[in-house]
């Protein structure tokens, strides 16, 4: 997760296997659900569709500061909120988004004519597919950044009858699929997703969806805890000090979201309510030492309940990026729960974990500026494949 600071570093190119020098340069923004910041991250694309190639130049995070983070997860904790303030956190999501890409710029030593355009997500706000909303004014963003602008990913899936997640699978099957190796990319986000990668399948043949939990409970615990905190257990420290509450943690398990065969996707509200119902049912009072490592393996654990279910051949691998890979805690508790199965890093490939998303997002982008479906109908449920989003020009 990032820090209190924004931050910028220049990355040596990977290139991934076909990948020539030439090519065209999109910058990805993301910013997740736990409201942190925007990630954005500058990418170097060739080729179209599925066979596209992607290197990452640079990466840069500017955070949230902490009225508008604290606005953002109110309200979606709540589900309610003035138009006044609604419409200021659009503004001001919109602008953060706008600063870090010019930041990104200036550090890459770049200008706006040399970019094919920005793909942003925006801030996810809820999500209850086929209800779905991302928080961001592109006009706004291309008028500060003088870029076009791609955003609104999920709703044409969503159109499609797709669940509109998870987006990034098209873009896992870009960057990681392997001949010979049975992979799963893993997410771990405000809330955790795979991305199932079969040696040496087709896109169409790709199985993606959201676990459960990621670090919505752990992030929500430390805020109950430490209001005034950073938001969230670093390195989980604090989880490593606590017990596992057994039965607190099969009682969550047990809700039939984790049996429900995908493609399905979940949000962090929904999860959290999900942990505070398990915990009245426990009746019992808890220290917030054990309520994290309880989270953190309930975390754990649901993801290796969906790898053992769902996914033939069994993976060889797990790679996992997202703020979750910097809890040793939680990881230490993923790595014995899917043994034998080897637990690796996006880094390890090359692609910092922190600009994963803000990479994939930056396929997405060139694959909607090609006018290319980027969906994958058997990880969101869609009759068919679409195009993604929708593009405000330069100005």
Known sequence: MGGAVAWSEIVAPVTFPGMTETGRLLIGAMSGTSADGVDVALVRISGRGAAMKAALLHRHHRPYDQILRRAIINLRTTGTGALREIAWITREV??????????LMLAAHIGPADIAGIAAHGQTVFHDPPDTMQWLDPALIAAETGCAVVSDFRRADC???G?????????????FRDPRIHRVLLNIGGIANLTFLPAGVGLESVIAFDTGPGNCICDHLARSHEPSGGGFDEGGKLAAGGTEIRPFIACVVSNSYFSQSPPKSTDGPAMIK???????????????????????AITA??????????LRPAPQEIIVSGGGAKNETMMGLL?????????????????PGEAKEAMAFALLGAATLDNEPANVPTATGARRAVVLGAVTPKP
């Open 163 to 175: 669940q509109g997640a998870p987006l990034v699978p098209f873009a896992d099957y870009c960057l």
């Open 301 to 310: 654990e649901s993801i290796a309940l969906s790898v053992k279910q769902f």
């Open 274 to 296: 999900l942990f505070a119902d398990g915990l009245a049912e426990l009746g019992r009072s808890a220290s917030v030492l054990d309520l994290l490592r309880t989270a953190c």
């Open 335 to 351: 790595r014995k729960a899917i043994e034998p199965i080897a637990l690796r890093t996006t880094e390890e490939l090359g692609v």
């Open 94 to 103: 919109s602008i953060i988004h706008a600063a870090a890409v010019n930041e």
């Open 159 to 161: 159109a499609a009858g």
